[in-house]
């Protein structure tokens, strides 16, 4: 196979197993060609990415090495999304009766949720992450898709008992929202024990359902690797999480004069962009 | 920009648009080239495509006319994902009390929703979807993963009433497995009229919930473009639906001996794959 006809081929191949370390000796086999030209082929590859500012081709040298591609979006690229975002969510149609707002365009979206998964997968490239959680229900195409980044799996607790899942381990949390007493479970199969999880919602008001999360978390004997939300309601009541990351701050909901105003969340500034 | 680093750009930038016509102008802008060097990237980009049976690069001619990448995987492909899939689908583990399957594990892997979300979107890449819809909550893994590669729109009925949707439109539908009537519904704003919606779920039983699903479809002066299950229950009574798709097709359930028989579905003779 000639060496355009590779480059192609390789390119696809990564970017559908980011985080996943493939050997030379694969390639040199799947191409039938010379390690060292293969070699050459993946410096382009990394060059081609590292000048876009969008993924990082990481080589791990010795006798168990290769290459691993992993989704990285630079600071440029997440800060225009953001920004994009949150002059589409300050669109006054989305507020809803109770000061919420219709998020579903945004988290049914494919190309949105590839930017999304992107910038979160970015944050975390580095942090080992074994499983992405969210609760149902729209937390889970964010879960989704930064688990596709990450390549590591996602699992949803549930807030109702279902047949379907077999034996559940649950907690209870206040719904900060509702100002009430909540029940979420997850199966005992979905989470292995000493798992690193990264926590992801899609919207936070006073952080309830987030406890409700981390209380699973640990009942799992796994470890939080974080805590990311779409969007967080800046003007709620004190949080009852910290050291969350929000892609964007809503920072004002106006019901009766149909006012939102949305700018990024602290995503940017705690983001370690200086990988490429 | 040598062709070695646009193609690998051109390869990224296509993967991540699916679906979607992009002008050779806009190439040859982007890279600073010739348009015939252009045409040249393509032609490789497609015959690599093509001979891995992964894809297709659909010329568009004339003025208005350009590439678009249709992710579309050969029979082969399909058919050795599918048969792996049932293989560990039979896993006596799975069995769960009722006759249902734990099938969370799959429907949280990156990998296996890349997979079935590849051949959803080779069986309807030439039906002009406009939407993907599912109901909560575990459709919602599979109608995300088809979505990204059709690269359309995806929506989630509920089940319950939840004040951050807005208004909605809801029907009732009698859920076989349970034999009572219940009630799902989908905010008014979610389909546009007219749109041409693929209908997908995880598992069928007797397929009442798609008949809601259908009727919903129909609620939104929409049309159906065709209904598919990651998982049929063929053991089970007569079916509420016809014409639908499935991936696995479970043929026995038998809780006390722990046997559970599955196979690929009537996907692979209902699928043209002769578009490369």
């Known amino acids: 196979m000639k060496r355009s006809e590779r480059l192609v081929d390789m390119t696809k191949y990564l970017l559908e197993r980011p985080h996943t370390l493939i050997s030379l000796p694969f390639f040199a086999d799947r191409y039938n060609a010379a390690k060292s030209s293969i070699s050459e082929d993946l410096a382009i590859l990394k060059r081609t990415l590292a000048n876009n500012q969008n993924g990082i081709l990481e080589t791990v040298a010795g006798a168990a090495g290769g290459v691993r591609y992993i989704p990285f979006l630079g600071h440029d690229h997440a800060k225009e999304y953001l920004l994009d975002l949150a002059s589409r969510i300050e669109d006054p149609s989305r507020i ?104 992801v919602d899609d919207f936070m008001k006073g952080g309830g359902t987030l406890t409700g999360m981390e209380e699973l978390v640990k009942e799992f004997d796994c470890s939080i690797a974080g805590i990311c939300v779409l969007c967080e309601a800046d003007f709620d009541k004190s949080k009852l999480v910290d050291n969350y990351i929000s892609l964007i701050k809503i920072s004002k909901i106006d019901t009766t004069k149909k006012i939102i105003l949305a700018q990024p969340g602290n995503f940017l500034s705690v983001t370690d962009f200086n990988r490429f």
Chains 1, 2 share one sequence.
């Open 96 to 199: 809803l009766a109770g000061g919420f707002v219709y998020l579903s365009d945004i988290l049914g979206n494919p190309q949105d949720l590839r930017r999304i998964g992107e910038l979160l997968a970015t944050k975390y490239a580095y942090s080992n992450i074994d499983a992405v959680m969210t609760v149902e229900t729209k937390g889970i195409a964010l879960a989704q898709s930064v688990a596709r980044y990450l390549n590591v799996p996602f699992v949803t607790a549930r807030k109702r008992s279902k047949v379907t899942e077999g034996a559940t381990v649950s907690v209870n949390y206040i719904s900060s929202s509702l100002d009430r007493v909540s029940k979420m479970e997850l199966p005992t199969r979905a989470l292995k024990k000493n798992s690193n999880v990264l926590i």
